[in-house]
């Protein structure tokens, strides 16, 4: 397979308890009124809540708010004190919205006048059940953020490859979500499930055509899948393998520009004699470079003029961020021809100059795949923010194909989500 294998890219994502004391704050009723039938009459009642209080405990997030209620009877007004407690399970549904289900509220009094009046009248039943329709119809969207994430890792990389432009994309076939984790607040880890790929030059599905340079632009993104909740997920830091890419014309402009005038002397023996017009290409997994050799020969028994083609062949490397062949050696061909001209040294000499000439800087290439899910997955402001942190790059592979090469540069990293933001985090 030419591509990589999928990854999941995990983000742990934290939802405070703060965070859900004041979402639940705000949708739960502040207050209420109506009436009951008490003591022969219909009497009326309010009550107003204070702010809400945030537990976990087995399993479930509980509830605690103080309410005063008031309820006017014949000549004169009951004013009492009510604790309203309730608990629910959080779910975190297909559509990335927080849920409470199995809500349960009770309201509690130690007063025996308000006891008498809730057996009269259900004053208790009434002051439970706005709450606990607000409770159950309660939604926290958390795709605003997780949508934001999705396409950040799904956006094409630009990668430039000489005069064209190649496009490494991570395609997202699936969004998985463990099991949910009361802390303080709401824990859970979410998995994008990535399929690395790359692509020379863009294809339609990567880009949405060229800007006025030449690159291409970013292709708009697609919906967010539907969430999957699994058994288990990996937690901690994953690793991704991205492609980058390099052709072989820039390998051959690079060790052109090693060359004196596109000429390379290699010989103490035959100081006329040169090497010029290199040209690489892919041979069975391994790279060939084509060197033309000329120049007069002259002394050590030989006297002619050359004017041929050398082979040396290798696999490609990546060593400090630098493409290279480092195992480069003739051919047997090319050995047999220099052996026949009495000039094995300059055999060790084409070897060593060729080596030392063939290196392409791909730095630039792989700080794109460290930035992708790194700085790339850094955003948010103080409410919600996410953050990428990069733990290791390694170069993993370099893979020959007839139009270029493929660099695989694995990324270790982690990635968290939180509500409210612990750190500051810009753009």
């Not at 703060?18 to 009951?36: E, F, M, Q, V, Y």
């Not at 509830?63 to 629910?88: F, G």
């Not at 009770?106 to 006048?113: A, K, L, P």
């Not at 937690?235 to 052709?247: Q, S």
Request: proline share 7%; net charge negative; hydrophobic share 40%.
């Amino acid at each position: 397979m030419a591509d990589p294998e999928p990854a999941r890219v995990v983000a742990h994502v934290v939802v405070t308890s703060a965070a859900l004391r004041k979402a639940i704050d705000d949708a739960a009723p502040k207050s209420g009124d109506g009436t009951i039938r008490a003591l022969g009459g219909d009497r009326r009642y309010t009550w107003e809540r204070g702010p809400v209080d945030v537990a976990m405990g087995d399993g479930r997030i509980r509830l605690t708010m103080q309410v005063h209620a008031t309820l006017a009877l014949p000549l004169k007004t009951l004013d009492l004190p009510l604790e309203l407690r309730a608990s629910a399970e959080p779910v975190v549904g297909s559509e990335y919205v927080v849920k409470l289900q199995s809500v349960e509220v009770h309201v509690t009094s130690t007063d025996t006048g308000l006891g008498l009046a809730d057996k009269i009248g259900g004053v208790y039943a009434k002051i439970e059940a706005p709450i606990a329709a607000q409770l159950t119809s309660f939604a926290y969207d958390l795709r605003p953020l997780l949508g934001e994430a999705y396409s950040r890792v799904a956006a094409p990389i630009d990668v430039p490859v000489g005069d064209a432009h190649a496009c490494a994309t991570l395609r997202v076939l699936e969004v998985e979500a463990g099991p949910t984790v009361l802390a303080d607040g709401i824990e859970k880890d979410v998995a994008l499930v990535v399929a690395p790929s790359i692509t020379m030059p863009c294809g339609e599905s990567a880009a949405d055509g060229q800007d006025d340079a030449g690159a291409p632009l970013r292709a708009s993104m697609p919906l967010l899948p539907p969430l999957s909740n699994v058994a288990t997920l990996q937690p901690g830091p994953f690793t991704v393998t991205i492609p980058v890419a390099a052709r072989y014309d820039e390998l051959t402009r690079a060790m052109t520009a090693a060359f004196t005038d596109g000429k390379l002397f290699f010989s103490k023996e035959y100081p006329q004699a040169y090497l010029e017009k290199p040209e690489i290409y892919e041979s069975q997994g391994a790279l060939v470079l084509k060197l033309h050799i000329a120049g007069p020969v002259h002394g050590l028994g030989v006297d002619t003029d050359l004017d041929g083609d050398l082979f040396l062949v290798g696999h490609p490397a990546v060593v400090d961020n630098e493409l290279r062949i480092p195992d480069l050696e003739p051919t047997i061909e090319t050995r047999n021809l220099l052996l026949s001209l009495k000039a094995l040294t300059g055999a060790d000499s084409i070897r060593e100059e060729a080596r030392a000439a063939l290196r392409l800087d791909i730095g630039e290439r792989v700080r794109e795949a460290k930035t992708k899910l790194g700085e790339g997955l850094t955003f948010g402001k103080s409410d919600a923010c996410f953050r990428g942190d990069v733990d290791r790059v390694e170069v993993t592979g370099v893979h020959p194909h007839a139009a270029y090469l493929r660099v695989y540069v694995a990324v270790t990293a982690r990635a968290r989500a939180e509500m409210p933001c612990s750190t500051r985090v810009t753009e």
